[in-house]
Each structure stands twice: as C-alpha cells, then as structure tokens.
C-alpha cells in the first residue's frame, strides 16, 4: 500500500456538553496539526499516490472553512460534541467527497483510503481513516 500526507492546522473555539468533559464543557479554544493521509494500493500512470499540491490545496481549503470559528455557533455542528475524533472524521468525509468530485485530479479517483490525525498535542491526537 502507497501512501502520501500532507499537513495543516485549524484554530477553533467550541464547548462540550456532559460531565466526561470536565471543565472543556465551557467554551475554550483548540489548535490542532491537521495530517491527512491518502491510500492506494498501485501508483497512478505518473508514479504518484495524489497531486501533493492539489492534496495541500483541499487540505487547506478545508482547514479555512473551519478555522478562527466558534464550532458551537456554525449551523453543521449545532447540538453536537466536536471532539477531536468527530472533527477528524468531518475533515476526512470533506476530502473524500472532493476525490470523488475530481478536485484532487483524475487519478485520484483511484484512492483506496483516506486517513485524518488531529493532534491536540505532543501527547495526544485521534484519527478516522475511511475507505473510498
């Protein structure tokens, strides 16, 4: 299996809802490394996993429609706990619709998998890896 990653980073505010939380159930604000790893078996007729610059440039464009917000207030997360592991599975589902859509090229529509790390720290990060 071939894979290439590429890395962002978005800066949010949200709160969490229920006691697990502890004191993250009021509003604070997270900064997460944002690593986003493209899978397939065979190399396309270039000898590439994906375009690097087209991966960077969803990738970043993903990035920027959620950072410097408050999770809490956008209309897509309304009632729903943003944890790390939800926002790496909505950042993943995002760049999976955009290989489909050709936005990452054409051979990206052979991608096999697509995996998302958010690393809250240098100690702890969670991931959603999903098939295409």
């Known amino acids: ?7 962002d980073h978005i800066m949010v505010a949200h709160s969490f809802t229920g006691e697990v939380f502890g004191p993250a159930q009021r509003l604070h604000g997270a900064t997460f490394v944002v690593d986003a790893t493209f899978r397939r078996a065979e190399l396309d007729a270039d ?19 959620l950072s410097y917000r408050n999770l809490d207030d956008e209309p897509d997360f309304k009632g729903v706990n943003t944890s790390t592991e939800f926002l790496a599975k909505v950042i993943a589902d995002r760049l999976a619709d955009g290989a489909r859509a050709g936005e990452l090229g054409e051979g990206a529509r052979e991608l096999t998998g697509i995996a998302v790390t958010l690393h809250e720290s240098h100690v702890a990060w969670a991931s959603y890896e999903r098939t295409l």
Request: hydrophobic share 55%; glycine share 8%.
């Open 1 to 7: 299996m071939f894979s290439v990653t590429v890395r």
């Open 47 to 65: 000898n590439i996993v994906v375009d690097i610059g087209r991966a960077l440039e969803q990738l970043h464009a993903i990035c920027g429609a």
